[in-house]
RNA sequence: GCUCCCGUAGUCUAGUCCGGUCAAGGAUCCGUGGCCUUCGACCACGAAACGUGGGUUCAAAUCCCGCCGGGAGCACCA
């Protein structure tokens, strides 16, 4: 027996096939093309009730997406429930709730594909919250403060007691009353729990529960002067609403603790906790209070300007929803910070547009050309729709003998011979005229030689484009006749360009046919 | 500073709980070649990783300890 267990695996595993005995499994498990979801704890399938809680401050963004296919995954996966909590609190100057965004975020969820099973309001159910406010303070939880918000973070961070901690429920009990009815004004005074001043972690000493504002809510307007923070708000719901499992960035930790605190407190089972790391795209400098700012002054394009990286910008850009979420979930529920870049999510796409999406041709900033010795019997060609997929068909495109040619190109490669792509060669000239001038250029051949190949569109029948870039710039150029009749929302790769959508067709006289940059 | 979290190729990720089939798999990026009329796609090939030091063990990416590095939170926002 010793002698056995001294052997390399490898070894035994030949003595044991000699034997006759089976030969032990080797498969290897199927690659993953996930990242890894573990199991809920305690799921019961068709028994999971999950939350998305936005705050309606903006539309939602790239950075949000996580938050929703995560969790519709997990719906998926345990057949349950997924409810929408607008956190429609009252929030603050800065970050204020505004009427718009429920919409906005209701369609943001239609277009990933989310139908929530149910909706609700933080804000109407504001009077829900009180009841509870009144539990803590009855369990001698709570106190109100009355220190100025300055004084009470200097505190906090000393872990100094205020007066008003060593407060009798009796005391507070009034005290809190007299919020209610108005006794105080915004700012003069909290709802504070008693947690532990001297608790190892600074930002949980003694948090505020409840606060005064008089902002006008978009719903409820001034009904209510006392507001509920978030996680007194969450810690209520999830407990009301059912919520069998939180899952949420790990942002959110500290309220984690927060929420469970007070449900010890309160002597209540609340729901575990799920957290993923915090995902940023390498390009996507996103910040909602900037987009708002930009999108309000008109400096932006609205809500679907692709400096907002919203899900609307990114289906504006024809980026898929699904490619969105193929893309987020592969990334787990890993707890690491993550910084991703935007190619990922482009590769995602161009696997599920490249097959089916016509190409066409686009000069930017073009060099107008006139090529001598120019072969008339290439007036017009036919070109295919797609290089690989001749069921995709074909068009007929004017050609020569003038030409647009992308500046750039044309300039890289003064002097040298270049190939027009499906074309013919031509040699570019030396230098170039200053101004607008036609650049004359020669034909050299038909040979297909392995040159420099530079796409082009005939002068003669060329329509105007304009192209919208993420960095909301402007490309003006030409393009070929057939994206004349294009229709809104068409993707077409235009070729050494990259994949564009249709944003509207052409006005002769008027507008540009406009697109806007998808990715490359 | 305090609290919590995380370290597998350039970037993500699987594997870590339950040590051996991991001389580490997938994606993306990069390089080369092919298809030879896209700088796209596709095909083939290639380059590329267990933060670090110690310990336990026949055996460590996996268990234990130290160190180093990175991130998040520390609002009367959400």
Redesign the pocket.
């Given at each position: 027996m010793g002698e056995i267990t001294g052997l390399p695996?490898a070894e035994l595993t030949d003595r044991l096939a000699a034997l006759g005995g089976p030969e032990?499994?080797?498969e290897?498990p199927p690659?993953?093309?996930t990242?890894?979801f573990p199991e809920l704890p305690g799921a019961v399938p068709g028994k999971v009730v999950l939350r998305l809680?936005p705050?309606p401050s903006g539309s939602l963004h790239i950075g949000n997406a996580r938050m929703l296919f995560v969790n519709q995954y997990y719906r998926a996966r345990y057949d349950g429930r997924l409810l929408l909590v607008f956190?429609d609190?009252?929030?603050?100057e800065e970050?204020r709730v505004e009427p718009e965004f429920y919409d906005m975020i209701r369609a943001d969820l239609e277009r990933a594909g989310i139908v929530p099973d149910a909706t609700y309001f933080k804000s109407d159910r504001i009077g829900l919250y009180y009841p509870w406010a009144r539990r803590i303070i009855d369990r001698g939880g709570a106190y109100v403060c009355t220190?100025?918000?300055e004084l009470?973070?200097a505190n906090r961070a000393s872990g100094t007691a205020c007066p008003e901690r060593s407060q009798s429920i009796e005391e507070t009990g009034a005290a809190w009353q007299r919020m209610l009815d108005g006794g105080f004004a915004?700012?003069?005074a909290?709802l504070r729990l008693r947690t532990d001043l001297q608790d190892?972690?600074?930002?949980f000493r003694d948090r505020?529960l409840f606060?005064?504002?008089d902002l006008d809510h978009p719903r409820v307007g001034r009904k209510y002067r006392v507001?509920p923070?978030?996680e007194v708000a969450a810690a209520v719901d999830d407990i009301e609403l059912g919520i069998s499992h939180v899952i949420r960035g790990?942002?959110?930790?500290?309220?984690d603790r927060m929420e469970r605190f007070l449900w010890e407190l309160l002597g209540v089972q609340g729901p575990p906790f799920l957290h993923w790391?915090?995902l940023r795209v390498r390009e996507a400098k996103v910040s909602k209070s900037k987009s708002y700012r930009e999108v309000k002054s008109g400096l932006y394009d609205g809500w679907s300007d692709p400096r907002t990286w919203s899900l609307l910008s990114l289906d504006r850009r024809g980026i898929s929803m699904d490619a969105l979420r193929t893309f987020t979930l592969?990334?787990?529920l890993?707890?690491?910070?993550?910084?991703?870049?935007a190619?990922?999510l482009y590769?995602e796409n161009?696997?599920r547009i490249?097959?089916t999406t016509p190409?066409r041709a686009f000069v930017p900033d073009p060099v107008h050309v006139a090529v001598e010795g120019y072969p008339a019997d290439l007036a017009t060609v036919e070109l295919p729709n797609h290089?690989?997929l001749p069921a995709m068909g074909s068009r007929s495109v004017t050609a020569g003998p003038e030409f647009f040619l992308p500046r750039k190109?044309v300039e890289r490669n003064r002097g040298a011979e270049v190939?027009l792509?499906?074309?013919v060669n031509v040699r570019l000239p030396a230098s170039l005229p200053v101004g607008d001038d036609v650049v004359p250029v020669t034909f050299t051949t038909r040979e297909?030689r392995?040159l420099?190949?530079l796409q082009w569109v005939g002068a003669a029948d060329a329509v105007p484009v304009d192209l919208l870039g993420i960095e909301g710039d402007h490309t003006t150029g030409w393009g070929e006749r057939s994206l004349a009749a294009a229709p809104p929302r068409q993707i077409f790769?235009f070729?050494?360009v990259g994949f564009v959508r249709v944003e509207a067709s052409w006005a002769p006289g008027q507008t540009p046919v406009r697109v806007v940059f998808g990715h490359?």
């Open positions: 695996l032990p499994e080797r290897r690659p993953s093309t990242g890894e809680a705050f956190d609190t009252i929030g603050n970050k220190c100025p918000a009470l973070r915004p700012g003069e909290v190892p972690d600074p930002a505020v606060r005064l504002s507001w923070l978030l790990k942002d959110l930790v500290m309220e790391g915090i592969s990334f787990g890993s707890l690491a910070d993550i910084e991703v870049p190619e990922t590769a161009r696997k490249d097959a190409r290089p690989d190109d190939r792509k499906d074309l297909n392995r420099p190949r790769q070729e050494r490359p």
